[in-house]
């Protein structure tokens, strides 16, 4: 690996001028799980490596019935599984999450590093995208907002400037009879990155669906809002039938390629498949709520 | 600019401190620095579990934790788990018992992640010890001696 | 010879603990990358980026100025040596090509092939380092696969080569290394006798053995020319031998000491290092560590062929194979020495043919030499011929496992190489396997999948080669057994339960030591699943050795005739002179009184080689809509001789098993247009996990070998072999298609809901 220095900041306005003079010299070190590994391959090469894993506001799970979830880029999959209200209100994000790597992994790396890192394949964009998250980006010179389905802007590359990092994603409060659900891909029962990702959140309103949102993974160079696929499900029953052309519709935006995890033709299919089962997963669960 | 690092941490409960230079990974301090080489290299990319260790009750692949990371917090690694000389843990014991290893490159990690798991979860069904374990790559064995070996030990460990 | 069948054990058969497991699972065992010595320098080595290029020049100085680095090598650090096929012990090597495949000479033959190295005071160094070198390269084009590799106008990775084995002599420039071919009979007679025929063609990824620990070498060299070498090998005498080959230099000179090893599985007989070491060690004085990474283990080490193999079998209504004809082109890598010739020799073993022809060729592809791989050759070939006897067998409506017993192959047959079996165990395995519990049950249900069940044979030849063995006796009455074989999996014990047995000891009242090059008498690999069988045969014979010498130093203490001593049970004793009798102990204790210490001692070549074979029952589902395969239930019936330790040997079975799933359904070299080598790690290398298989269900089935004193017979290999054809057989009865592939399904292939 290539030298560097280690810094590891205890407030935020301390990591945020330490970003600030260093610019694109430096990466923010949650999990280490992608940043230590594109290091050894210096595919990214910081000289700074800035710790933030002790910034009390990257730690935050706080949920409100009015304003809904904030949850902190660092905090880590583990809590997140762990944590009854978020298994209850927010599922889908939760099993994203906890899809991530062995539980080596889910043990350090966090919904924040995973988005951060810029994968197109990444587990929790879809379901991030799914729930209309926002994340909050802060630097010296204040904070902005960013919708999740536009952090990434291609493979490895977010819409972060330097000096800037990623603080907290805010995420509204699910309505009666919500849920999210991800499901992915994978040729192994774990440890694999997805051949495709799907992550959708719906919410009923006796049969009909009143708001649906389809979240694709790993079939284009960045994760994808299913916008259209999403709004033709508003105002119907998630019904099979509705489902599969929504389905259908998810299929036309996906945009794969062939690489050693899986060809074009397989991956627009499984896009088919999985919009379709997580649909009905997210509709069923909605129902219990 | 690469100066080194003062790190002071618990190891298999006893005080440590060392330095270490920032690229140094918690396996490079584990087994080059402090001379603990239990915790094995296999992939250097979180793919094998061989260098597992517990950081504050929770199993982690060593190898993405850089050295510095290890400040203050509590450590723990396969030659730990046997608490004195003579003795070993149930799960060293049935590894053992039931030859859960063949090359034995893979126990040190495997023993360390299991450890961590029942700790968490004293009766786990077949199906979480898999889950668990999921992270340890073995070639040697197919894991079925593994398995059996961790829920023998989840039976003694719980008196049963 | 013992008649093995009456023969009642004490220790063989039992489980001990194995004698270094507690040194396993604490963490203390020490492994060649666990080896530090003071002042030790780290070794990294600078690799091809290009697949087949011409190397221009290799500028080091940049590399030589970067403070930490004490020395550079390159191949012209290396001696020259003559191209040709020296005898080495077991192995056939080629000095010429081991040494470009150490450090390329003037062309780079695949992505990852060692150009230089370097050695620094810290292996972060050593890594900056190496990325300072330069390199000019003229890339060629080049060939991935061996049907490719084969046609006219392939590019040509070695321009000196000629294919050997062909009936005349060519002067051709061309990939084929060498081809072989068995046949006997009227193969068109045979097919006219057929009533159904099967002809189908396959193909088979490069995989590799895959294991954790990746290579390793430690080298101190001293100023009187002699070197200590650490390293997690295979084999102490073959690294050394193989060292000494390629650096020119007397094999004395070098000392090998064996390291406990992370795996091996035929991977680790080759070196890679141990001269990179060596060389630095001298240039600096100081000793010098490598170790590689995972990337270039998968990269730059031995994986096994890929191969395409084309495979015609005609059957008669009676359930008769009538002909067999067999075509396989294996990928060899960089440098010849595929395993093809084992993969025609063992692939029709299990079966009793008039009329047979098996052609194999052995093709260079710009891909890394491969190595051995658990019977090498086996699995390609197996994967062909057991499917196509599956589909023959239900096109003519008999039972996978009826069918194979009515053309299975028992003492007296004749096998594909010619030579006939003696006593073997194969339709032994058939039958435990149809009358195992898997096979009898019904096929479980699974909501929302498809389900299938499948069988397939298969056979290895095993090995014998040389062991040495010394077996001395403790003052208190306990025995040392040495002998120069690393343990993978478990054979310190057996070698110990064997000695055990002999002189009527517990199983750890025997202390088994691994030896280095210096310590015992020449010993060739561990391998071949010969160690049980081989080097437990040298120490079989010298624990009688010692047996004998105890009994004429009772003899001595006694007064009487060696004749009139007999030793049983660990108990000495005189039929004559008064009846007296001692304990092994007791007459330890006098020893020094009764003409001095007791060491047994035997060196040999075994014969009687017993080979086994396995048949194994496989219960998948698959889901339709995603292609994806599961493994949920599996049995493995093999004939075992002499199970010495049960439990290691199931787990041989388990583990040739599981390493069978992968290789089936998810490994693979996966190069892209330029050939370069894309999954190179463990992310998508994709091997099984623990939530990728159940628990294997192992059967072991003892028909002793007669050509051994105990009955054993080699059990590692065997397992590996018919997994591939086994699963593919399953899913063809679950959705109805017969994959031809490994790994299947492909991601690429997936009948994408045409279930």
């Known amino acids: 690996m290539q030298a560097f220095t280690y810094e590891a900041p205890r407030s935020l306005d301390q990591a945020l001028s330490l970003f600030g003079s260093t610019g ?170 997805a051949v495709v990702g799907v992550g959708a959140a719906v919410t009923l309103n006796g049969d009909t669906c009143t708001s649906a949102r389809i979240g694709l993974g790993a079939v284009a160079p960045t994760p994808l809002f299913a916008k259209a696929a999403s709004d033709s499900l508003v105002g119907k029953p998630l019904n099979e039938q509705n489902i599969a052309a929504a389905a259908t519709l998810a299929q036309q935006i996906a945009v794969p390629i062939t690489d050693m995890r899986g060809t074009v033709d397989y991956r627009k299919h499984m896009v088919g498949v999985l919009t379709r089962r997580v649909l009905t997963e997210a509709a069923a669960r909605a129902k219990k709520k | 600019m690469s100066g080194k690092v003062h790190v002071e941490a618990t190891l298999n409960g006893e005080q440590v401190e060392f330095l270490c230079e920032p690229r140094q990974s918690a396996l490079e301090v584990l087994r080059d620095v402090l001379g603990f080489t239990g915790a094995k290299e296999g992939c250097l990319t979180g793919d094998c579990g061989a260098c597992s ?20 917090h509590t450590i723990e690694t396969v030659e730990g788990i046997a608490k004195d000389g003579e003795k070993l843990h149930p799960l060293q014991q049935k590894f053992l018992e039931h030859a859960a290893l063949q090359c034995g490159i893979c126990t040190p990690g495997f023993l360390v992640a299991a450890k961590a798991l029942l700790d968490k979860n004293p009766k786990p069904t077949e199906h979480e010890v898999r889950f668990g374990l999921a992270g340890n790559l073995c070639r040697c064995t197919g894991y079925d001696k593994i398995v059996r070996a961790v829920m023998d030990a989840a039976a003694v460990m719980q008196g049963r | 010879m013992a008649t093995v069948q009456e023969a009642k054990f004490k220790v063989i058969g039992t489980r001990p603990i194995r004698h270094d497991g507690v040194d396993k699972v604490t963490g203390r065992a020490k492994y060649g990358a666990d080896i530090s010595l003071p002042g030790l320098l780290h070794g990294k080595v600078l690799r091809s980026p290009h697949a087949h290029a011409k190397i221009k020049s290799i500028d080091v100085s940049a590399a030589l100025k970067l403070p930490g680095v004490k020395a550079v090598l390159t191949s012209a650090d290396f001696p020259k040596l003559q191209s040709g096929v020296v005898p080495m012990g077991e192995l056939a090597m080629n000095p010429h090509y081991m040494s470009m495949n150490l450090l390329a000479h003037d062309k780079v033959l695949y992505d990852g092939h060692p150009v230089a190295a370097v050695a620094a005071t810290n292996p972060h160094i050593a890594e900056e380092a190496i990325r300072l070198i330069k390199v000019e390269y003229e890339v060629l084009p080049h060939v991935l696969d061996a049907e490719s590799a084969m046609k006219e106008g392939a590019p040509i990775l070695l321009p000196e080569l000629r294919t050997s084995g062909t009936p005349e002599k060519s002067d051709k420039q061309t990939n084929v290394a060498s081809q072989v071919r068995f046949a006997r009979g009227d193969l068109e007679a045979g097919f006219k006798a057929a009533d159904v025929i099967v002809e189908r063609e396959f193909n088979t990824a490069m995989v590799h053995q895959g294991y954790i620990e990746p290579h390793n070498a430690v080298a101190q060299y001293n100023p009187d020319g002699q070197t200590t070498i650490w390293t997690s090998t295979q084999g102490a005498f ?281 310590s015992i008498g020449h010993t060739d690999m561990t391998g071949g699943s010969r160690v049980t069988f081989a080097t437990g045969y040298a120490v079989y014979e010298a624990a009688q ?211």
């Not at chain 3, 493994?631 to 004939?639: E, G, K, N, P, V």
């Not at chain 3, 190069?671 to 091997?687: A, S, W």
Request: glycine residues 10%.
């Open chain 1, 24 to 193: 694109d010299n430096a990466r923010a070190l949650v999990g280490g799980t992608d940043l230590l590994i594109q290091m050894r391959a210096a595919t990214r090469q910081p000289t700074v490596i800035v710790d933030v894993k002790s910034i009390p506001e990257l730690q935050i799970i706080s949920f409100d019935p009015q304003s809904g979830l904030r949850l902190g880029a660092a905090v880590s999959s583990v809590r997140i599984y762990e944590d009854k209200m978020m298994q209850d209100k927010y599922p889908g994000l939760t099993e994203a999450a906890w899809l991530i790597g062995s539980v080596q992994i889910k043990h350090r790396c966090s919904v924040g590093g995973n988005l951060c890192n810029g994968s197109p394949a990444a587990d929790t964009p879809p379901a991030l995208i799914a729930l209309g998250a926002e994340c909050v980006i802060a630097s010296t010179k204040g904070t902005r907002t960013v919708k999740a389905e536009d952090f990434v802007v291609s493979p490895g590359r977010t819409v972060l400037q330097p000096g800037e990092i990623l603080v907290e994603f805010r995420i509204p409060a699910p309505k009666p009879h919500s849920a999210d659900c991800y499901q992915r891909f994978i040729p192994r029962n774990e440890m694999d990155i």
């Open chain 2, 53 to 72: 260790m517990v950081m504050d009750g929770r199993v982690v692949c060593s190898c993405l934790v850089l050295g510095p990371e290890m400040q203050g």
């Open chain 3, 238 to 518: 073959t690294a050394r031998d193989q060292c000494a080959l390629v650096l020119n230099i007397p094999a004395s000179s070098i000392k090998v000491i064996p390291a406990e090893i992370g795996g091996g599985f035929g991977g680790k007989i080759g070196i890679y290092l141990e001269p990179l070491a060596l060389l630095m060690s001298k240039k600096t004085g100081k000793p010098v560590k490598l170790v590689m990474s995972r990337g270039e283990v998968l990269r730059a080490t031995g994986p096994t062929s890929g191969s395409h193999i084309r495979v015609k079998m005609g059957a008669n209504k009676k359930g008769e194979i009538t002909a067999a004809q067999i075509w396989m082109a294996y990928e060899a890598g960089a440098f010849p020495g595929s395993p093809v010739g084992a993969g025609c020799m063992t692939v029709l073993a299990p079966y009793n043919l008039e009329n047979l022809q098996i052609d194999g060729f052995d093709v260079v592809v710009n891909r890394p030499k491969t190595a051995a791989y658990r019977a090498p050759g086996a699995t390609n070939a197996a994967m062909g011929a057991e499917t196509v006897i599956d589909e023959l067998a239900e096109k003519l409506g008999f039972d996978p496992i009826e069918f194979r017993r009515i053309n299975g192959a028992k003492e007296g047959t004749a096998q594909p190489a010619g030579p006939k079996f003696l006593r073997i165990g194969y339709l032994e395995t058939l039958d435990a396997a149809k009358n195992s519990e898997h096979y009898k049950s019904p096929l479980p249900k699974v909501d929302g999948r498809l389900v299938g069940r499948g069988v397939a044979s298969g056979f290895w030849f095993n090995a014998g080669f040389q062991s040495s063995a010394t077996v001395n006796i403790n003052t208190d009455g306990t025995a040392n057994v040495v002998t120069g074989s690393p343990d993978i999996g478990g054979s310190r014990a057996s070698c110990a339960m064997i000695a055990a047995e002999v002189l009527g000891l517990k199983a750890e009242q025997v202390h088994p030591v691994v030896a280095d090059t210096e």
């Open chain 3, 545 to 755: 050795d010692a047996v004998n010498q105890l009994k004429q130093r009772a003899a001595t203490l006694w007064k009487a005739k060696p004749d009139d001593v007999v030793y049983q049970d660990g108990v000495v004793s005189c039929t004559t002179n008064g009846h007296e009798s001692m304990t092994l102990r007791e007459l330890a204790g006098r020893l020094p009184r009764a003409g001095g210490p007791v060491t047994g001692q035997a060196s040999m070549t075994p014969r009687g080689v017993g080979p086994v074979f396995a048949t194994h029952v496989v219960d998948v589902e698959v889901d339709a809509e995603t292609g994806k395969v599961d493994i949920l239930r599996y049995t493995a019936a093999q004939d075992v001789g002499k199970a010495v330790h049960p439990s290691y040997v199931e787990g041989q079975i388990q583990g040739g098993v599981s390493q069978g799933v992968g290789w089936a359904l998810n490994e693979e070299y996966y190069y892209d247009e330029n050939g370069l080598m894309r999954n190179t790690g463990f992310l998508d290398y994709r091997m099984p996990t623990t939530l990728d298989l159940p628990m294997i269900e192992t059967i072991l089935v003892e028909v002793p070998n007669p050509g051994h004193p105990i009955g054993i017979r080699g059990v590692g290999e065997v397992p590996i072999v018919p997994p591939p054809a086994a699963i593919a057989n399953a899913i063809y009865r679950a959705v109805g298609v017969r994959l031809t592939e490994l790994p299947m399904p492909k991601l690429k292939t997936l009948a994408l809901g045409c279930f």
